[in-house]
């Protein structure tokens, strides 16, 4: 996720850029840059870190005149956050400069193609496509520049681009990744969302996918996908600053849970390419695959889970044993770990320091490393043999979501890559997962939709001081990571308790009333599980269950049932967790708890 502003008008266009940016801070903020035409020519600036780099360096905005230009600020996924990945980036003649949100998903294919031609790239990113094909297909019509160089597109884009030629003109197009326009007096402007906008513009646009729009200080016409010019509605806006923010939720939690279809499609959509599985950063041979002994993952928190959730789909689809170790328990073991084991790193930060003290000590013993981390460039990415990156964008809830729904995500990818290659699946057998992964964001979404019974199933369970969460096999994994979500932001003590074992300890502790948060989804298990939700149901347990819709049996043992779609068990819990994340904030809601930034918690531990 990055953020995008432009600006048309008969003020300098810097300073505002600049202010747009800092709104638009939240949404990624290790490098950023403006770009300014005046008078037919664009001026570049760009820097690496902080927003506040890019305002010293350009005075704020005074040492750059013009008035018309674009800026960007980003959350890196192609290319390190270095100054010259930041955007915007130029052409090679210097006449159009452009910004984008989104990924590229056949940027490689276009890379290729536009280097055979000649066009030098000066980045890592896939976005340096974009303006090289601008450049390559202008002819004297700005718009139609750009709309055949969008056609050749394959992923989701917000884009603004300048073209030198065209002074005061912007051309904006939009695919799956957000863009509003602005309409200001004598001025016009764009944005990743409405923060940006609200301090100079109530009245906007908002750009349907396919569309295109060029603005100018006086106009703004929308096109669309066939270039017809469209009337669009205006719409008002009536969000505080803060709730904008917020993409108009009121936690940073919970915009990140309802983000999590699209993040989870980001994290697969670029690595499934016609129907076959593309891992950028692993490349392993069925021959190295083949010597691997054994898979370690190591994570904490919620990673953790995320690999405790991973170990059942990789022993089934690759064979291979999995050991989901604790790194702070890890790095003071004396692990069995040589060159034949592949140590797993999960992390949303890339940072955790019992993370990356665990990975060093296997390092040293020989394993080699996958990372499976967020921020790019972060020091367990830089450590690893291998780096897949998720591709979340930043996660400012200290409660990770979509964090530990796309490190599954990648896992999926990974094991199912892996398993193919080591010649456990027949080509249909690898079609269908690969058709099953490519659902997952809809599945998620479905979750979502189901989950409206949430807020009053909170209102009834919030004031307890303890709840149980069990579950077998996968559901036990995902009941683990469910009783995290609930203990860190809602403050109610919560165990999470695999549903064979309740009857060696945990029983004893059910009397009349304590809720039993019971995941019956896993179709292999969940008769056993309805069973143990009998057991503590004859001691008075108020029993919710989670289960698969169509799921008849249920409704007789539960007191409350939250459905979920049926979805493939092997990625099941990155479907499952939906409606517990959404349990606890709303649990957390009702009992007024400080929901994105609980007591005693950070987001990144970078101590031990
Ligand atoms: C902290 C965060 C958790 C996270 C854990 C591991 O405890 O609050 O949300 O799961 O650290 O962080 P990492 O960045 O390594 O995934």
């Not at 919970?254 to 697969?268: D, F």
């Not at 089934?316 to 770990?337: F, G, N, W």
């Not at 009053?456 to 369970?461: C, F, N, R, S």
Request: proline share 3%; hydrophobic share 40%; glycine share 8%.
């Amino acid at each position: 996720m990055c953020g995008i502003v432009g600006f048309t008008g008969k003020q300098n266009a810097a300073p505002i850029l600049l202010e747009g940016l800092k709104k638009l801070e939240y949404r990624g903020y290790d490098s950023a840059g403006i770009a300014v035409e005046n008078s037919g020519v664009i001026t570049l600036s760009k820097v690496s870190g902080r927003i506040a780099n890019l305002c010293e360096k350009t005075d704020n905005g005074n040492n750059i005149p013009g008035y018309s230009g674009i800026g960007h600020t980003r959350w890196a996924t192609h290319g390190a956050p270095t100054d010259a990945n930041a955007h915007p980036h130029m052409s090679c003649d210097g006449r159009f400069s452009v910004v984008h949100n989104g990924i590229i998903e056949n940027y490689m294919a276009l890379r290729e193609e536009l280097h055979a031609k000649g066009y030098a790239f000066k980045s890592e990113t896939d976005t340096e496509v974009i303006v090289h094909l601008v450049e390559m297909y202008y002819s004297g019509d700005f718009r139609e520049a750009v709309m055949k160089a969008v056609s050749r597109l394959e992923g989701s884009y917000a884009l603004g681009v300048l073209c030198s030629e065209c002074p005061g003109k912007i051309i904006v197009a939009r695919e799956a990744s957000p863009l509003i326009l602005g309409i200001g007096v004598g001025e016009n402007y764009f944005s990743s969302d409405v923060t940006a906008l609200v301090a100079h513009t109530r009245n906007v646009l908002y750009l349907d996918d396919g569309e295109f729009a060029e603005l100018t200080s006086e106009s703004i016409t929308v096109y669309d996908c066939t270039g017809a010019a469209i009337q669009k509605p205006i719409n008002r806006i009536t969000w505080s600053v803060e709730a904008a923010e917020k993409g108009g939720y009121e936690h940073f939690m919970l915009k990140e849970i309802m983000e999590q279809p699209r993040a989870v499609k980001a994290a697969l959509a670029a690595r499934m390419q016609e129907n076959q599985i593309v891992l950028d950063g692993f490349d392993l041979s069925a021959k190295q695959l083949s010597r691997i002994r054994k898979i370690v993952i190591t994570a904490c928190g919620s990673a953790y889970y995320a690999g405790c959730a991973a170990k059942y789909t990789i022993e089934k689809l690759c064979k291979i044993p999995v050991d989901v170790q604790l790194a702070s328990e890890l790095r003071y073991a004396d692990p069995q770990i040589d060159r034949r084991t592949l140590l797993i790193v999960l992390s949303q930060s890339g940072e955790t320091a019992d993370t990356i003290a665990a990975m060093k000590e296997c390092k040293r013993r020989g394993a080699q490393t996958l990372a499976i981390v967020n921020v790019v460039g972060s020091t367990i990415a830089k450590l690893a043999d291998h780096t897949l990156y998720t591709w979340a964008g930043p996660e400012i809830a200290v409660a990770t979501t979509k964090g530990y729904t796309t490190q599954l995500s990648v896992l999926y990818l990974f094991c199912v890559s892996a398993a193919k290659t080591m010649g456990y699946l027949s080509d249909e057998d690898y079609q269908t997962l690969v058709d099953h992964l490519r659902e997952l964001p809809k599945k998620i979404q479905q979750a979502l939709d189901m989950c409206a019974a949430i807020p009053q199933l909170a209102a009834k369970y919030h004031s307890n001081h303890s709840m149980f969460f069990i579950g077998r096999n996968t559901d036990y994994a995902v009941a683990l990571e469910g009783a995290l979500k609930m203990k860190e932001i809602s403050y109610i003590h919560a165990e999470a308790y695999a549903a064979g074992e309740l009857k060696h300890g945990t029983i004893a502790l059910i009397d009349e009333g304590q809720p039993v948060i019971a995941l019956c989804c896993n179709r292999d298990v969940a008769e056993k599980t309805m069973n143990n939700i009998v057991e503590v149901k004859a001691r008075g347990a108020q029993v919710l269950a989670l289960s698969l819709s169509g799921n008849r049996a249920i409704s007789a043992h539960a007191d409350d049932i939250i459905h979920i779609p049926p979805v493939d068990p092997l990625f099941q819990a990155a479907v499952e967790i939906v409606p517990l994340q959404m349990l606890a904030y709303y649990v957390a809601k009702e009992n007024g708890c400080d929901i994105d930034k609980p007591k005693n918690l950070a987001k990144s531990v970078t101590v031990e």
